[in-house]
């Protein structure tokens, strides 16, 4: 079955520590996304990808990093340079650049800061 | 700036009707989304809006007017299942190689009781 896949779905990690999160998917979407979500906060954008090799800051990228090597993963790294790392992180993808379609999210993953 | 405004939390009876409002201020539009959230679950993909008017999809309908920055869900023949979150969001101003970022408001929780 095609979707977005996210792993783990609970990870916990020490302060200081960097922290990979990976999202795969077999979509063949050309747009992929990383978003992260609060309590009571709407869904903030960290990085965007629309092509491989090429990747956009969103709102709120300070102290994380990506890379887009694939098409059909979009890393993310929590770097210790995140202030408040604790949060639920969802990784989308949408269809090619010129199909203005829906975004399709991953099932996310739950990062706690001990 | 980007500004979307839902209510927080709503609560109404098995099998009537509740309106879920959204009024949004963007610089740029070019569609609105509805999307439902379980606790602890990815969003998924509700309704989609770019022009005025009604879109029904079974139970659920979303309306947009343009002029007056708005949007409603309406969830018909409510459900047990339907208590969740409903996050408004908006595609904004074409960002160059088939980007259009999405805005998302709060999210507001509907808690349907018997």
């Known amino acids: 079955d095609g979707g977005i896949t996210q792993s783990p779905k609970y990870l916990f990690r020490k302060e200081g520590q960097n922290v990979t999160l990976s999202c795969e998917q077999n979509?063949?979407?050309?747009?992929m996304y990383w978003y992260r979500q609060d309590p009571g906060q709407g869904l903030r954008l960290i990085y965007y990808?629309?092509?491989?090799?090429?990747?956009q800051k969103g709102d709120i990228a300070e102290g994380y990093s990506v890379s887009r090597e694939k098409k059909e993963s979009f890393p993310l790294t929590v770097t210790s340079a995140q202030k408040n790392p604790t949060a639920f992180y969802l990784c989308?993808?949408?269809?090619?650049?010129?199909?203005?379609?829906?975004?399709?999210f991953g099932p996310g993953t739950r990062l706690t800061v001990l | 700036g980007q500004n979307i405004d839902q209510p927080t939390e709503m609560t109404a009876t098995e099998g009537a009707i509740v309106q879920i409002n959204c009024t949004y201020q963007t610089s740029g539009f070019n569609g609105l989304f509805w999307y439902q959230q379980h606790a602890g679950e990815a969003p998924t993909f509700l309704s989609y809006n770019v022009l005025d008017g009604l879109e029904e999809k079974g139970r659920f309908s979303s309306f947009l007017s343009r002029s007056k920055g708005y949007s409603y869900l309406l969830l018909k023949e409510l459900q047990m299942k339907d208590s969740a979150s409903y996050l408004c969001?908006?595609?904004?101003?074409?960002?160059?190689?088939?980007?259009?970022?999405?805005?998302f408001g709060k999210g507001t929780k509907l808690s349907v009781i018997p």
């Open positions: 979509l063949n979407h050309d747009a």
């Open positions: 990808s629309q092509i491989v090799n090429d990747f």
């Open positions: 969001a908006v595609r904004g101003t074409y960002s160059g190689a088939g980007s259009y970022q999405l805005t």
């Open positions: 989308a993808s949408r269809p090619g650049q010129k199909r203005q379609g829906e975004q399709f």
